[in-house]
């Protein structure tokens, strides 16, 4: 979800992909080629599980943003050039029932919520407040509880958050905010959120909470696994959890559908959904099937999932809210 923005994908980071997985582009057409917006640690997880299983060199990863990867899909559906896609849930399903692109694919786990017979959820990304503690302290701040608490005047310029328009962690913050309080009092919120924010509203993800460790502002919003990994690494960083929800994207996987040549994708994409699922569990613990267990430390404190599915059209939308609010 940082990368929502599109990332170039020229000769020469083609190249760098092509080196890590030990090939050359002549020797692609006999690999899986997936197509991913995960992050750098999603897909470092599943390379490394892949290759333990035995599929390392079977297989080729390419990043895209996911406003890139899902323009993709939906434009050219069944003759994408990838195998098997990692994408934003919500972008799958609404990809599938534009034009059916996916083959069955299932697995022995069992989805916490409603899953479609043609991808398996990967991981979830959570979203919370973070915070700078030592720059909070020397600004003479409290310590927010609420995003509302964000539009307070006392923290203009010193408050980071993802851009709807190109990252998918933007919206989980847009969620909270109309959930809370409905579309006209949210739209002041927003306004005023975007006010404070001044030149910190971030293309990518992961944008503020890098502006938060740096202590350029004291105050963020992003994943929450990320703000409990810079705790851990010692920074002086804190997680809030917003009385406004912290809402939840998840990310599957499917296996495109090449016209009965997909075996090997398959397989590939059954171990990315369930061998990489341990990892992927404590890089973003966020329990997607039953019997997962996630640690209490990493439980949010008003986890929240929007009332109705995620599909594009709702994410433009709540974009287009956004737009009216600036």
């Not at 692609?28 to 197509?35: E, H, L």
């Not at 997880?45 to 943003?65: H, N, R």
């Not at 990692?86 to 022995?108: C, G, N, R």
């Not at 960083?237 to 559908?257: H, K, M, R």
Request: charged residues 25%; contains cysteine; negative net charge.
């Amino acid at each position: 979800m940082k990368k929502s923005t599109a990332m170039m994908l020229g000769t020469v980071s083609s190249a760098i992909v092509l080196a890590a997985c030990g090939g050359t582009a002549a020797e692609t057409k006999d690999q899986v080629i997936i197509y991913s917006n995960a992050d750098d640690e999603a897909v470092e997880v599943m390379e490394a599980t892949l290759d333990k299983k035995g599929y390392e060199g079977k297989y080729l990863i390419q990043s895209f943003g996911t406003s890139e990867l899902g323009g993709k899909m939906m434009a050219e559906g069944t003759k994408i050039e990838a195998d098997v896609v990692t994408m934003a849930s919500y972008f799958i399903e609404s990809a599938q029932s534009s034009k059916p692109m996916f083959v069955e694919l299932s697995s022995d786990l069992k989805p916490l919520d409603e899953s479609s017979s043609y991808a398996l959820p990967i991981l979830g990304n959570t979203g919370s407040i973070f915070i700078n503690t030592d720059l909070l302290a020397q600004k003479g701040l409290s310590v927010p509880k609420t995003i509302k608490d964000l539009t307070d005047p006392k923290y203009k310029d010193l408050v980071s958050f993802p851009n709807i328009l190109d990252s998918s962690t933007g919206w989980l913050l847009v969620q909270a905010i109309i959930n809370e309080y409905g579309e006209k009092e949210g739209k002041q919120v927003l306004a005023d959120l975007i006010k404070n924010a001044g030149p910190h509203i971030e293309s990518s993800g992961s944008g503020p909470i890098k502006k938060v460790k740096t202590g350029e502002v004291a105050v963020g919003f992003g994943l929450r696994i990320q703000a409990i990994d810079a705790k851990n690494e010692g920074l002086p960083i804190e997680y809030i959890d917003p009385t406004e929800g912290n809402f939840t994207l998840t990310e599957s996987v499917a296996v495109v559908d090449k016209e009965g040549d997909d075996a090997l994708a398959l397989e590939i994409a059954k171990v990315i959904a369930t061998e990489a699922r341990t990892d992927l569990l404590e890089q973003y613990p966020v329990a997607l099937y039953e019997g997962e267990q996630v640690k209490v430390e990493h439980i949010p404190a008003h986890l929240k999932k929007w009332e109705t599915t995620l599909t594009v059209d709702l994410l433009e939308k709540h974009q287009a809210f956004f737009k009216e609010a600036k």
